[in-house]
Nanobody, 132 residues
Framework: QMRLVESGGGSVQDGGSLRLSCVAS????????????MGWFRQAPGKEREGVAA?????????HYGDSAKGRFTISQDAAKKTLYLQMDGLKPEDTAIYYC????????????????????WGQGTQVTVSS
């Protein structure tokens, strides 16, 4: 069973920065035929969960950003560590939410996406709070 462990959440003031990390473990896959996709999603109180960013951690592909993240957040990955990072700069109070890491292993011929329903594996989430 895949395990996803998130870290890096916390409380910052308006304009601050945080770097989230998500480490995937408990699984193996053939990198010649499959691709590990990992992404960050967030859910604020009273709002639906939305995609923040996603990327192929291993196996090639392109990165994807949600509209709210473009220009402020940067995703990166470490294939050897099976880790996905989310560098968040210029945080705003509206970024306050629980940030969830998600992952999926898929056929390498398909690109990763930022669609919530496509990800069967989820972490417990890490709280990000931005105060004004």
């Amino acid at each position: 069973q895949m395990r996803l462990v998130e870290s890096g959440g916390g409380s910052v003031q308006d304009g601050g920065s945080l770097r989230l990390s998500c480490v995937a473990s408990g699984f193996t896959y053939d990198t010649s035929t499959s691709r590990l996709c990992m992404g960050w999603f967030r859910q604020a109180p009273g709002k639906e969960r939305e995609g923040v960013a996603a990327a192929p951690v291993a196996g090639g592909g392109t990165t994807h950003y949600g509209d709210s993240a473009k220009g402020r957040f940067t995703i990166s990955q470490d294939a050897a560590k099976k880790t996905l990072y989310l560098q968040m700069d210029g945080l705003k109070p509206e970024d306050t939410a629980i940030y969830y890491c998600a992952a999926r292993i898929q056929f390498r011929g398909r690109d990763c996406n930022i669609v919530q329903s496509a990800y069967p594996n989820w972490g417990q989430g890490t709280q990000v709070t931005v105060s004004s």
